[in-house]
């Protein structure tokens, strides 16, 4: 089974501290992705990786920024939190082949983020 | 961009009875998805469809991609309280989006033993 970890379940921040969400996958997967998710706005994607030292902007990438170094682990950054990224952090992973449509995305079990 | 429009938003039954919900979008999809999300926690892949006509079951559950491509339904049947949950879509248009999913925003249901 396919296993997404994040480092945290539970997080109380500060306004403007600079916080990192941490995620690992053991799947060997291509690509990985952050989303947020509030009541009413479903998920929305931060960033996503195709590849190591890859990033790309999803949906709502303002106030956030990411780092993949290793395969396995792909981390998101609140350069400075505010009240408004109080919110549902989920990592996911996948191993899209590409022109197949296969791109069954795994999720962890995600961080509750509250910033005070 | 891709909209995926998911209905009911809700749904509240009885202990045995079973469920219907689906996703339609105006767009193609070349895959579909389906999720579903406990309480505080992320969701996990139901089943994934990748042909239109398709029908795929897993257990009490069964899907649908949709002969035009632009929709698919879930049915659960006999529901039982751990069915307890939020249902979620998400479909994949490999043109114009690579491995980015677009997701529904979701069926909360409820099972009333």
């Known amino acids: 089974d396919v296993k997404v970890t994040q480092s945290s379940r539970y997080l109380v921040k500060r306004t403007g501290e600079k916080v990192f969400l941490e995620c690992v996958q053991d799947m060997d997967h291509e690509n990985m992705f952050w989303y947020r998710q509030d009541p009413g706005l479903g998920l929305r994607l931060i960033y996503f990786s195709y590849d190591v030292k890859m990033k790309e902007k999803g949906d709502i990438p303002e106030g956030y920024s990411v780092s993949r170094e290793k395969k396995e682990r792909f981390s998101l950054i609140l350069e400075s939190a505010s009240t408004n990224q109080t919110s549902m952090y989920l990592c996911?992973?996948?191993?899209?082949?590409w022109g197949t449509g296969y791109n069954e995305q795994f999720f962890g079990p995600g961080t509750r983020l509250t910033v005070l | 961009g891709q909209q995926l429009n998911q209905s009911p938003q809700s749904m509240f039954i009885q202990e045995g009875e079973d469920v219907s919900m689906n996703c339609t979008s105006s767009?193609?999809?070349?895959?579909w998805l389906w999720y579903k999300q406990d309480p505080g926690e992320g969701p996990v892949l139901l089943i994934a469809?990748?042909?239109?006509?398709e029908l795929t079951s897993n257990g009490r559950l069964t899907a649908q991609f949709g002969i035009t491509r632009k929709d698919s339904f879930l049915n659960i049947s006999a529901s039982i309280p751990s069915d307890v949950g939020i249902y979620f879509c998400a479909g994949l248009v490999l043109e114009t989006s690579g491995s980015r999913l677009t997701f529904g925003e979701g069926t909360q249901l409820t099972v009333n033993p």
């Open positions: 767009s193609i999809f070349n895959t």
């Open positions: 469809l990748y042909k239109a006509g």
């Open positions: 996911a992973s996948s191993l899209f082949m």
